[in-house]
């Protein structure tokens, strides 16, 4: 039945995102999204056994697991030989499936598919022992595992041994490294874990659940068991390699002066860690039967919504709020189609775009941020002293960004960005470690190189209110805007003499801000004399990511997305995709929000204000800008303000605000919406890790804030099922919810601005008191007009909001997509299961020579 389902929905979502990839993309119900070292109660610490008997690994999170990445942590082993190869003494680590309690079968783990890459991380810099990444039994003749003799598998054609795998559903495999169910790009396998000079290390490792590891199924529920507070547990492996052979014999006397053997042969599985983990389920987690109410929205309050989707559905009510994620101007168009439901947006529809008969309301939800996510470790550079090579691999924690150098990331202004041979940047820094401007705020990176990387963000391809927000804090920097302006990094007034003279890109120079979308303007292609049809262009060699999730789960998984590997064994020949960067080597930067960049486990970069400080988007940060926030011109809706002096204030803060039109609603409808906003703002604002808490990356929002969301509720369950002009008998907020700002971003308390006879908005909408000045509201802001003779308040149609209105015509097909690829019953999203497609369909099982 899953394998079933698993092949319609891959099939559906193939087909959803070839529509979606006009209109935005369609999220389903998902299970909870803890983040890493998120969940102390469930931290766990085992121990090894004989000669590994002082090694202790702890494992983050072991409950309310989904597709994350958990923190594993060591002391207590032998340094990992040397700092230079895997020779010896590092540890191996798998997901395995197995219901057996005491632990999995190696033919039930997910490992070997990183051999293709060659064995060791890098072939030819950072090299292991030939088996050491591979399923293979079988070493030659002067190294037997006299413990795997008796069960040893039949070899292949070839002579070669392997260890089968056995998925949980499905035909055993019995020969080679990796296959459907897993390959170098989709394994979560990692095959070398260093261990530092001090006895400790620490991995960020990938939990899958049967959507991204299908031959594990963990998370999946068994058919029939619908409403299942767990899915099928599975298991973490850690195999502790020391300096002997499982033959007794030292590495040293190994041909290649390393470890040779798999970690799955007899006598190193007999030294494993086993760790259990609980995933929270898939699929049928709400009532069969309950009625559903749709949402849809952008992503910033994605992860905040799936986790509250499980206990909604399990409440008193029953009630499935299924949630579609689009961009915000599809958010708009549905919010006054005439059939609003609820929708999540970073701004308000105005203008234009509201008929005079709606007067939609808004309430706060979720305070969280857009960030720039890095998964960066230590490389150190040809001059680089002693001390720093002894760092080499370990994870980097800080990255200071100025929005001047997020200009030159976003605009192909790096070599390494772009390309080396590109005419357009010729003469500029290859990448951000290499700018001395970096490096004035990066100390720390001062004899460190990363050549060929960090020339460029993972950036999302749709369009966006955070985008927009992004560009106007960059916009809004002097030395940002003179950078894009064309004035080299040295030679204005805000140049330093140790800068390099970088300039712009030409191809986005005097570029219009703030903007929707990330461009890629640079047309430069890169030929090849064995292939001059087909150039390297920047939509393989730096693609877009499908979204903000995508993006942070790439960076952590080292996966640039870049396909620069020609292949002409294919149909037609084509660029296939690269594998991950190698462990030790990678360097990715990556756009995404605070609270994905929490679930895969990234550091988040500090971003310079405009008071000059590195601010974190931590709870503190966030909540510093939202008090700066300021009336957007919409009552009850408040802007990012990028230009606040406020030095604890992080720039990119954003609120999301739920929106509908109350009297386009059945009263059951306002009554089922009411009740998701009073829960979003109470128990869904306790931080915690399990289902229908606040996932980490979100600040709980203020008091004030959250009282004007239940005013928001109480107007909505009041004015349901009524006509537009039927007087509200709640005395609570009407029209556009609470309408003041005392400037502190508080919103107003319960009941303030808002409230009156008709659900019109109180106070004037003509005054100038009533709105801020326009010089306080960012370019494309939503700005008061005179009221028209109707009483209803003609806003201005910003820039951001003009396009909204293409969309118009395809949000019930958004909307019957996400119900036809099963509604809420599959805890996934669709942009995520088209990533599955695509990579499915360019799995091959050869690894030709990468371009450079």
Same mark, same amino acid.
């Given at each position: ?782 700005? *008061?007009?005179? /009221? &028209? !003779?109707?009483?209803? #308040?003609? @806003?201005? +149609?910003?820039?951001?909001? %003009?396009? =909204? ?9 958004? *909307?019957?997509? /996400? &119900? !036809?690829?099963?509604? #809420?019953? @599959?805890? +996934?999203?669709?942009?995520? %299961?088209? =990533? ?9 099982? *050869? ?6």
């Amino acid at each position: 039945m899953i394998a079933a389902l698993r092949r319609f929905v891959a099939t559906s979502a193939a087909v959803a995102v070839a529509l979606l990839s006009v209109i935005g993309t369609a999220v389903l119900v998902s299970a909870p999204s803890p983040a890493v070292a998120a969940d102390s109660a469930s931290k766990v610490t085992v121990s090894g056994q004989g000669p590994y008997a002082n090694l202790k690994v702890t494992v983050s999170q072991t409950r309310n697991l989904v597709n994350q990445v958990l923190k594993i942590t060591w002391k207590g082993a032998a340094p990992t030989t040397t700092d230079t190869t895997y020779a010896a003494n590092y540890l191996q680590i798998m997901q395995c499936w197995g219901d057996s309690k005491n632990g999995p079968d190696p033919d039930q783990c997910q490992f070997g598919g990183s051999s293709a890459g060659g064995p060791g991380p890098v072939a030819g810099q950072q090299g292991a022992g030939a088996y050491t990444n591979t399923r293979q039994l079988n070493y030659g003749s002067k190294l037997v595992d006299e413990a795997q003799k008796d069960k040893m598998p039949p070899p292949s054609s070839t002579g070669i041994s392997y260890v089968p795998f056995r998925p949980v559903a499905g035909k055993v495999i019995k020969f080679g490294n990796w296959n459907e169910f897993y390959d170098v790009n989709t394994t979560n396998e990692v095959s070398y874990a260093r261990t530092g000079p001090n006895g400790t290390g620490e991995v960020y490792f990938e939990a899958q659940t049967g959507l991204e590891a299908p031959g594990l199924g963990c998370g999946e529920v068994p058919a029939g068991k619908s409403g299942a507070t767990t899915g099928r547990k599975c298991w973490l492996v850690i195999v502790p390699r020391g300096d002997t052979e499982v033959d007794g014999s030292a590495y040293t006397s190994q041909p290649s002066g390393m470890l040779q053997s798999s970690p799955l042969s007899a006598s190193n599985w007999a030294q494993r860690l086993v760790v259990p983990l609980s995933f929270e389920p898939m699929g049928s987690f709400c009532p069969i039967g309950a009625d559903e109410r749709s949402t849809l929205g952008n992503e910033m309050v994605a992860e905040a919504i799936t986790r509250w989707q499980p206990t909604l559905c399990q409440s008193s009510s029953k009630t499935i709020y299924g949630y579609a994620q689009v961009t915000d101007d599809t958010a708009r168009a549905k919010l006054v189609s005439g059939t609003p439901g609820m929708v999540f947006l970073g701004r308000p529809a105005t203008g234009d775009q509201v008929p005079f008969d709606q007067k939609p309301v808004y309430a706060p939800v979720s305070l969280s941020g857009l960030t720039i996510g890095f998964f960066i470790e230590s490389q150190a550079g040809d001059a680089a002293p002693e001390g720093v090579r002894e760092s080499d691999g370990a994870r980097l924690t800080s990255l200071n960004l100025t929005p001047r150098l997020v200009a030159k990331l976003l605009t192909e202004s790096y070599p390494d960005g772009n390309s080396r041979f590109a005419k357009s940047t010729e003469g500029n820094p290859f990448n951000l470690g290499a700018d001395p401007e970096f490096v004035k705020y990066n100390p720390g990176y001062k004899d460190l190189a990363f050549p060929g990387r960090l020339g460029d963000v993972i950036v999302p391809e749709a369009l966006s209110d955070a985008a927009w927000d992004l560009w106007t804090w960059v916009g809004q920097d002097p030395a940002a805007r003179e950078f894009l302006n064309g004035t080299p990094d040295n030679e204005g007034r805000y140049g330093d003499p140790g800068f390099s003279g970088m300039k712009v890109n030409p191809n986005y120079q005097k570029m219009s801000l703030p903007r929707e979308e990330f461009p890629k303007s640079d047309p430069f292609c890169q030929k090849f004399t064995d292939h001059p049809d087909n150039p390297l262009c920047i939509q393989d060699k730096h693609p877009y990511a499908t979204d903000l999730h995508s993006a942070a789960r790439s960076a952590a998984r080292g996966d640039s997305l870049a396909r620069t590997s020609w292949d002409n064994t294919t149909t037609p020949p084509a660029y296939k995709k690269d594998p991950p960067q190698a462990a030790g080597k990678r360097a990715i930067l990556a756009l995404t929000d605070t609270a994905t960049a929490a679930r895969y486990g990234l550091v988040t970069a500090k971003l310079q204000n405009a008071a000059g400080r590195f601010v974190a988007p931590d709870s503190p940060g966030l909540l510093a800008a939202q008090a700066t926030m300021k009336p957007s011109g919409v009552s009850g809706v408040l802007s990012p303000d990028p230009a606040t002096k406020s030095p604890d204030a992080y720039p990119l803060t954003l609120l999301t605000y739920a929106a509908t039109v109350p009297e386009k609603l059945t009263k059951a409808e306002g009554q089922d919406y009411a009740a998701l906003l009073r829960y979003a703002v109470g128990n869904g604002q306790r931080p915690g890790v399990s289902s229908g808490s606040l996932p980490a990356g979100y600040a709980p929002l203020p008091a004030t804030v959250r009282a004007q969301t239940r005013a928001v509720a109480d107007a909505i369950a009041s004015r349901a099922g009524t006509s537009p002009s039927t007087p509200s008998t709640d005395g609570g907020t009407g029209g556009n919810g609470t309408g003041t700002s005392d400037g502190t971003g508080n919103g107003g308390a319960a009941g303030s601005g808002g409230a009156g006879t008709s659900g019109e908005p109180s106070g004037p909408t003509s005054s100038a008191a009533a709105s801020p000045s326009t010089s306080s509201i960012p370019s494309g802001s939503p700005s *008061t007009a005179p /009221a &028209a !003779a109707s009483g209803s #308040p003609l @806003l201005r +149609t910003p820039d951001w909001a %003009l396009g =909204a209105v293409r969309y118009a015509l395809l949000i019930a097909l958004v *909307t019957g997509i /996400a &119900a !036809a690829i099963c509604g #809420p019953v @599959l805890p +996934t999203v669709v942009p995520r %299961l088209a =990533a599955g497609v695509a990579a499915w369909r360019t799995r091959d099982k *050869t690894s030709p020579k990468q371009e450079r």
